[in-house]
């Protein structure tokens, strides 16, 4: 069984930081690509920031230039700096990584989601 489990949401003013955590436990051989996922209410859930094991990182238009998405392959663990947080941000946002726990076909997780909430 794997488990994502993400932290480090909450609240913050615009124009604040945050960072999130992700980290992955359980019995597997390998974490490929991992990324951060959010969704707002009402809204779909969309696309952060992914990278791969080789730490190439790709980010959606949104974010670029104000999130950081970094891994930590010997602790299994992903995180996400987010500064410079806008009113558009708030949203619950999901970990996600394609790992293979059962060969030879590494699968989709998903952590259960932390919320992050913009407000002044």
């Known amino acids: 069984q794997v488990q994502l489990v993400e932290s480090g949401g909450g609240l913050v003013q615009p124009g604040g930081s945050l960072r999130l955590s992700c980290a992955a436990s359980g019995i597997f051989y390998s974490i490929y690509d991992m990324g951060w996922y959010r969704q707002a209410p009402g809204k779909q859930r969309e696309l952060v920031a992914t990278i791969s094991r080789d730490d190439s990182a790709n980010y959606a238009d949104s974010v670029k230039g104000r999130f950081t998405i970094s891994r930590d392959n010997r602790k299994n663990t992903a995180s996400l700096q987010m500064n410079s947080l806008k009113p558009e941000d708030p949203a619950v946002y999901f970990c996600?990584?394609?790992?293979?726990?059962?060969?030879?076909?590494?699968?989709?997780?998903w952590g259960q989601g932390t919320q992050v909430t913009v407000s002044s």
């Open positions: 996600t990584a394609y790992v293979l726990a059962t060969p030879p076909v590494p699968r989709p997780y």
